[in-house]
């Protein structure tokens, strides 16, 4: 049975030639994005907004029915709630956001929680009121700004470990398709104004993770074309090295779409923003891989003699004694 080839053996797409557009088109994006954020900003979730946070057991259930509980409590009009397992499997935290003003009018909060409390008792009378808590702005401010910090630091250490697998270029060239890959996945967020949340934090590792994973793979096959054609053009080495992972790349890309697609359709609408995000961030991730990460390469001035040791006199006169020169 013959194997299903997605991208042929003797692929030759000459990418580099449109290197100049796309690198426009990367810049134009990068700005476009962080503009949104400052002129739209970013309608932040429960973790990051503050919020009342609800805590109950349900005493006859091993588990508790969150899914059932996220639909009837955002059903109450506070906006979409954020249920977890909090504790044991029948433990569970509802988060709901807060009407502005309520903070500053006391008992107003509070009240919200007992109107959840009451709705979820009303449905399964074995819920067990454990806790009514006010998650103010300022420990979720706090709570964002350590996820800001998350992100940078992870960005920071994957672009650390490839200047150091590789050489200081390749990891110059890392980060900049990591800024770029984080930065339109941030801006679609601020021009759709869906929910930024945890999620879509952890949604964003994860598109760090694929990216990188991505130009790992295509750096390492830059470096063994490095070693191998020390006479070729540097725009053409790309290219072929690109076009020699071309086949690894399509086919996880295409997998990976073809369990996000459904999920995306499909899928409950409390992961509809992380599944999105991931999905977008999967072609981006793709695309800074070829167009950003290889490229800058050349603009930092890598040359097919960029990495070859340099002979020193000693080198020389160890050739001549063995008669090599």
Request: hydrophobic share 50%; proline share 5%; charged share 15%.
């Amino acid at each position: 049975m013959k194997l299903l080839k997605l991208v042929p053996d003797n692929t030759n797409i000459q990418f580099l030639k449109l290197r100049i557009p796309f690198f426009v088109l990367s810049l134009v994006l990068i700005f476009g994005s962080w503009a949104a954020v400052a002129v739209n900003g970013l309608n932040f979730g429960v973790d990051f907004a503050g919020g009342q946070e609800v805590r109950m057991t349900f005493q006859q259930r091993e588990t508790a029915p969150i899914p059932s509980l996220r639909e009837l409590v955002g059903g109450l009009g506070y906006g979409e709630p954020v249920v977890q397992e909090f504790g044991a499997p029948n433990q569970v935290s509802i988060r709901v956001p807060l009407p502005e003003g309520t903070e500053s009018t006391p008992g107003a909060a509070a009240a919200i929680g007992d109107k959840v409390i009451a709705s979820v008792q009303q449905a399964y009378p074995d819920a067990r009121r454990d806790g009514n808590d006010t998650v103010s702005g300022k420990v979720a401010g706090e709570f964002r700004d350590s996820a800001i910090l998350a992100l940078l630091a992870a960005m920071a250490a994957v672009s650390l470990y490839i200047w150091v697998r590789f050489e200081w270029q390749f990891g110059v060239g890392a980060m900049f398709a990591l800024v770029h890959d984080v930065s339109v996945t941030v801006g679609l967020f601020a021009l759709t104004q869906m929910e930024f949340s945890l999620q879509i934090v952890a949604a964003i590792l994860a598109i760090i993770g694929y990216s990188l994973n991505d130009t790992i793979v295509v750096y390492d096959r830059i470096r063994e074309n490095l070693k191998k054609y020390r006479k070729m053009e540097m725009g053409a080495l790309l290219d072929l090295s690109v076009n020699e992972t071309l086949a690894r790349t399509v086919m996880t890309s295409l997998t990976l779409f073809v369990a996000l697609i459904p999920l995306l359709i499909f899928g409950p609408p409390s992961l509809f923003g992380m599944v999105a995000a991931i999905t977008v961030g999967l072609f981006i991730g793709t695309y800074s891989s070829i167009y950003m990460a290889g490229p800058l390469l050349i603009w930092m001035g890598v040359t097919t003699s960029s990495f070859v040791p340099t002979e020193t006199a000693l080198d020389k006169q160890e050739k001549i004694a063995r008669g090599e020169v």
